[in-house]
């Protein structure tokens, strides 16, 4: 065989080879990253899942991972009225929830769960959805939705969702993830206040 010829085909299985190992790198790859993501039990649980509800029918043992389901189910019907009350609500349960939760790395559970929402909207969800969320906050409409949220009242469940969301989750200790020294009464007026503005 003549010697080009010979080192053509060299080339050619070298080719090949590369080929297979840079797939098997690629798929190790792929399979490492799928390992490394880690995540605890109970993290951004929603036990309680709502539907597209109106706000009135939200109870206090609804956490905001239930109350965020159930907005991106308004989402899907074109209900952004009510979405934007279910994203008020969420917000203001999950901002409490941090007065509560000791481990500050927790915290962003409901920044998670509310892009969890709305990532894959299309454009047009996102400007009408924006546009009543912006309307909520308006003096006219804002005092009703405060009134609204206080009625519920301060949330009446277990905290789960965000605690299992912290780095300590994945420690072994006995801590339940609570501070102890908290104060229902303040954090909720705190809450009302300094994340929704009510009473301004």
């Known amino acids: 065989m003549p010697l080009f010829l010979m ?3 060299f ?3 070298m080719k090949n ?3 297979v190992t840079l797939l098997a790198f690629a798929t190790n790859l792929a399979y490492a990253q799928k390992n490394i993501t880690l995540e605890a039990d109970g993290n951004l649980e929603s036990p309680k899942p709502l539907l597209c509800v109106d706000l009135s029918e939200v109870t206090n043992e609804h956490n905001p991972a239930d109350i965020l389901h159930g907005m991106r189910k308004c989402i899907e019907l074109k209900d952004y009225k009510n979405a934007a009350s279910l994203f008020a609500i969420a917000g203001v349960y999950g901002r409490y929830d941090t007065y509560r939760v000791k481990d500050k790395s927790a915290h962003q559970a409901l920044l998670v769960l509310q892009q969890n929402v709305t990532l894959d ?3 047009e969800d996102k400007k009408y959805l924006m546009e009543h969320i912006k309307e909520l906050m308006e003096p006219s409409s804002l005092n009703a939705i405060c009134q609204a949220i ?3 009242g301060p949330p009446n469940y277990h905290p789960r969702y965000m605690i299992q969301h912290s780095i300590t989750a994945f420690l072994e200790n006995e801590d339940n993830g609570l501070n102890e020294i908290f104060d229902s009464e303040e954090s909720w007026k705190l809450t009302l206040k300094n994340y929704l503005r009510c009473g301004e």
């Open 150 to 152: 206080r009625k519920i």
């Open 121 to 123: 909207l299309n454009e």
């Open 7 to 9: 080192y053509c085909r």
């Open 11 to 13: 080339l050619k299985i």
């Open 17 to 19: 080879l590369f080929i």
